[in-house]
């Protein structure tokens, strides 16, 4: 999975989180906003653990554009190479 790949799982699942914790807490279904809620924090936890440079496992942080080069070990990111597959 490339770190676009990742990043668009990441604001999918977060922002289908609020969706549907929101329309849940609207339709007053609370297991709707249970399961909005496991979303976010579903989203939260991958940021966590896999958000990280593929060459020294940093974590990158928030998302930002124009973000070519690692903070920590200076190695390029390619945000469209698949780890641990490269060709
Ligand atoms: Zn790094």
Same mark, same amino acid.
């Given at each position: ?28 279904? =609370? ?29 990158? #942080?928030?998302?930002?554009? #124009?973000?070519? =080069?690692?903070?920590?070990? #200076? ?8 780890? #641990?597959?490269?060709?």
């Amino acid at each position: 999975m490339s770190l676009n790949q990742k990043r668009i799982l990441i604001i999918a699942m977060l922002a289908g989180g609020m969706f549907v914790g929101i329309a849940g807490a609207l339709a007053e279904t =609370y297991w709707l906003v249970v399961v909005g809620a496991a979303l976010m924090v579903g989203s939260l936890l991958f940021f966590l653990s896999k958000w990280a440079c593929p060459h020294c496992g940093w974590h990158l #942080g928030r998302f930002r554009s #124009g973000m070519d =080069y690692c903070p920590h070990c #200076g190695e390029r990111l390619d945000f469209n190479e698949r780890i #641990g597959r490269k060709s």
